[in-house]
């Protein structure tokens, strides 16, 4: 259940890819995510998924989730005790259990991951065309895998986060004719929740925190009237 910048990406894009066919990297939020905490210093903790044991080169398609213990009732009670007074907790709580409850059929993590995401995706009225890298018939590595699956889709925009500037190459993406845009994902949300004077920890956390904080309709018109555009 991502931070709300995931979201305002799918928000923004026409098509949607689900990049599982990447190595996981350890301290990435692929099997975990933060929310709020009324205990710890920084006022935050961890929902992790517990995973069996990978290789540290593994890709994020190939991992599985350890069901030795049921884990989704620890998650369920931190998720209670952080958003319990929360002004629409009662409004979503209950459809988390229901999530959490069908998530118990997945073994893949990336499976389970995905139905998450759509969840939310439901909640927010984000409609998008979506795609599994893994079942694209493209290969390649880190920006030209990017480049190749936006080419096969026909794609005349790549939308990447400000983390891409690490690897992206955009003479490449240029040499294709395709135009690479960088999405300031934290400025972005702070423009759209202007009006709203909220903690900006919101943002860094899952979306559950916006979810249990901002009435429904709301968080729908944001997403829906983002004032960032790629044409």
């Known amino acids: 259940?991502?931070?709300?910048?995931?979201?305002?990406?799918?928000?923004?894009?026409?098509?949607f890819v689900f990049h599982d066919n990447v190595q996981i990297t350890k301290a990435?939020?692929?099997r975990r995510v933060k929310i709020a905490s009324r205990h710890s210093i920084d006022k935050t903790q961890w929902l992790t998924v517990p995973l069996k044991k990978h290789s540290d080169f593994a890709l994020i398609k190939d991992l599985e989730i350890s069901w030795e213990s049921d884990w989704t009732k620890n998650h369920l009670n931190?998720?209670?005790d952080a958003y319990c007074q929360c002004p629409y907790f009662s409004d979503f709580f209950s459809k988390i259990v229901d999530w959490y409850l069908e998530a118990?059929?997945?073994?893949?993590?990336?499976?389970?991951n995905v139905f998450f995401i759509k969840q939310i995706m439901n909640e927010l009225d984000i409609k998008k065309?979506?795609?599994?890298?893994?079942?694209?018939?493209?290969?390649?590595?880190?920006?030209?895998?990017n480049l190749a699956i936006t080419?096969?889709?026909?794609?005349?925009?790549?939308?990447?986060g400000l983390g891409g500037d690490n690897y992206q190459?955009?003479?490449?993406?240029?040499?294709?004719?395709?135009h690479l845009v960088r999405m300031d994902s934290v400025a972005e949300l702070n423009l759209l929740f202007l009006e709203i004077e909220i903690p900006k920890l919101y943002f860094s956390n899952s979306?559950?925190?916006?979810?249990?904080n901002i009435d429904k309709k709301k968080l729908k018109e944001i997403f829906s009237c983002s004032k960032f555009n790629i044409h």
């Open 28 to 30: 990435g939020p692929t």
């Open 129 to 145: 065309e979506m795609h599994i890298s893994s079942k694209l018939p493209v290969s390649g590595k880190a920006s030209a895998y």
């Open 78 to 80: 931190q998720i209670k």
């Open 207 to 212: 979306l559950l925190e916006l979810i249990f």
């Open 104 to 112: 118990k059929r997945f073994t893949s993590l990336s499976e389970m």
């Open 151 to 160: 080419k096969h889709l026909n794609g005349t925009h790549y939308l990447s």
């Open 1 to 15: 259940m991502p931070w709300a910048g995931y979201f305002l990406k799918m928000a923004a894009c026409d098509v």
């Open 169 to 178: 190459d955009e003479i490449d993406f240029v040499s294709q004719d395709v």
